[in-house]
Every structure is written in C-alpha cells, then in structure tokens.
C-alpha cells in the first residue's frame, strides 16, 4: 500500500494504491498536508487502485476536506468502485464529497 | 465451480485461528489472510470485497488501539470459522471492554457527518449480520455473516 503524488497542471493528484486504513492513514493525511504547505490548494484523491477503506481511512478524508477548505483549497474523489461507493452511502459521506466517476472528470470539475 | 474454488457441503466447517501482537500494521496481513479463506470456499464476493474486510479491521482496530491501548506486550486473538451458512469472526482483546448497547451514536447524523471518529462500530453493525461483545477470558467481539 502506498500513496503516489503526480501534478496535472494546479492539481495535486494522489492514488491510493492498496489499503486506506489505520496503519497508513496518517502517512495520507501528511503526504497532503505537506503539499498544502507548499501552496497546492487542489488536491484529487483517486480511488481507482484502491482495495478497501475502514472508518479511520474515512475519518483522514473528513480531516483533510476540512483542512483543504480552510486553507481555501479544493478536494475531489474519484474512482470509486462499487465497493467504496457503498461504504460513503452507508456514511453518508457522498454528501460531504465532490465525487467523480472518472479522474478526467474530476479534473475537469475543479 | 469456479476454478481454485470449493463447493462447501453443510458437514464441511473451516476453523482458523491468528494471535498478534498489538501492532496496527498486522491489520492488513490477518484481513487478507481472511478474505483469501472466504474466497476459496466460495463465500460471496462482494462479502469478501466489503463487508469482511472493512467489519474486521475495524474489530481488529479497536481491540488493538482500545482494548489493549496499543500495548504490543497485550495480544489479539482471532478466530475464524466458516461453513456452508455462516462466518464468525471472533476478535479478543485483553481489556475491559465496553458496553455495545451504549455505543449508540449515528455517525450519518448532520451533527456528527464531519466527526473524522465514531464509525467505527457503525461500518460492522451496517456490514455484518450480528455484532456481539461477551467476556471469554478476554473481551471479545464476534461478527456473524450469513451467506447470501
């Protein structure tokens, strides 16, 4: 499991590769929060590599949409199977979230 | 039959059992070990995608960080067992555990929505069939999935 970071023009674009969870979901929360320091303001979170996420993995992403727009900032998701598609109804977190089927249309939404 | 895969007769019962140390980075070692056991005995695939890996890493979770509060010299056992019906997961810890019927807070509550905590327990009750907590020398949690 791990996070890659790539920039696509303004966006800061991370896949997570494998697992959000509670064994690596502080390295997320500082891998983008660093890039917040650095003056990034939109950040795109994609899902499409991604197994499964339990409720820490999903607090991070709360913590960071909360973070990102204090600082002025964007947050999306994208590419969220069917699997993680239920877990944010169950959470309702589909209403916290800017999510996107695909990375070219999150991109395009910012 | 799928190929790699067994049909499961109602006498054939798997039982599995994993101690650890408490150490959050064993997490995703037992859950894959788990889902691998589920898929070989052909148990439903979206119950091998979602509902076991997410219900037990949040049980593992908890007794890890709050049972036995990270402590790695306290350790979590867990059991599996599957058959034709059913899984059960029993995760144990060496606290004091706590009360399931207290632990009533909807998470998907406007007040709560951005509560980056408090989902935990949430994901098993919406997941798994039954969630159950008992003492057995230990505090345990057991999950209980009915095959679909």
């Known amino acids: ?110 | 039959m799928p190929s790699g895969r067994l049909a499961v007769p109602s006498e054939i019962r798997m039982r599995l059992e994993i101690e650890i140390p408490s150490d959050v980075d064993y997490i995703e070692q037992i859950v894959s070990l788990v889902q691998r056991e589920c898929r070989m005995l052909d148990f439903p695939a979206r119950a091998c995608s979602l509902n076991v890996p997410v219900a037990l890493s949040e049980a593992l979770s908890n007794a890890i960080l709050r049972g036995n509060e990270g402590d790695r010299a306290r350790w979590v056992r867990m059991r599996l067992c599957l058959d034709s019906t059913l899984l059960v997961l029993e995760v144990q810890d060496e606290g004091q555990g706590f009360d399931l019927d207290e632990c009533t807070e909807d998470p998907t509550e406007d007040a709560n929505i951005l509560r980056e905590d408090g989902r935990g327990l949430f994901l098993m009750r919406a997941l798994m069939d039954r969630v159950e907590r008992f003492h057995d020398g230990g505090n345990v949690v057991r999950l209980t999935l009915r095959r679909a």
């Open chain 1, 1 to 110: 499991m791990s996070f890659a970071i790539k920039k696509q023009g303004d966006i800061t674009v991370v896949d997570v590769e494998g697992q959000l969870i509670v064994g690596n979901r502080q390295e997320l929360k500082q891998k983008v929060l660093d890039e917040l320091e650095k003056g990034e303001r939109k950040v795109l979170i994609d899902f499409s590599q991604t197994g499964y996420i339990d409720s820490s993995g999903l607090g991070v992403l709360v913590s960071l949409s909360k973070k990102i727009r204090e600082q002025g900032g964007e947050l999306r998701l994208a590419n969220l199977n069917d699997d993680l598609k239920t877990l944010f109804e169950l959470t309702k977190l589909d209403t916290l979230f800017q999510i996107a089927d695909t990375r070219e249309r999150a991109l395009e939404s910012f």
